[in-house]
């Protein structure tokens, strides 16, 4: 079992940046991928970006590819991921999220979750 805490959520404006960071406890971490996902205000869950704890392989949505880095500090158990260029369309709820084995994007395949932090961006 894996638990995660987000932090860093706040107000900004466009063309802004902001970091979010996860912090992930649990044992076997070498084994998951560690991802962050967002809900924007009445639509679904997406995925953003994940990291491979064992090897820093990441994954990007082309939505956010060469605008959001994802990074893992193994040494203090820590995830971030850094937004720059930030556009209206970004408002959502972030969440960090935790899966065993093989990386995917589906939300549905990962058991364990942060409680989400809140990002608006304002035009």
């Known amino acids: 079992q894996v638990q995660l805490v987000e932090s860093g959520g706040g107000l900004v404006q466009a063309g802004d940046s902001l970091r979010l960071s996860c912090s992930v406890s649990?044992?076997?971490?070498?084994?998951?991928?560690v991802a962050w996902f967002r809900q924007p205000p009445g639509e679904e869950r997406e995925f953003v970006a994940t990291?491979?704890?064992?090897?820093?392989?990441?994954y990007y949505a082309d939505s956010v590819k060469g605008r959001f880095t994802i990074t893992r500090d193994t040494a203090k158990n820590m995830v971030y991921l850094q937004m720059n260029s930030l556009k209206p369309e970004d408002t959502a709820v972030y969440y960090c999220?935790?899966?065993?084995?093989?990386?995917?994007?589906?939300?549905?395949?990962?058991?364990?979750w942060g409680q989400g932090t809140q990002v608006t961006v304002s035009s």
């Open positions: 999220a935790a899966t065993f084995g093989v990386a995917t994007t589906e939300s549905k395949y990962y058991r364990n």
């Open positions: 990291i491979r704890w064992f090897g820093d392989w990441t």
């Open positions: 649990g044992r076997d971490l070498n084994s998951y991928h």
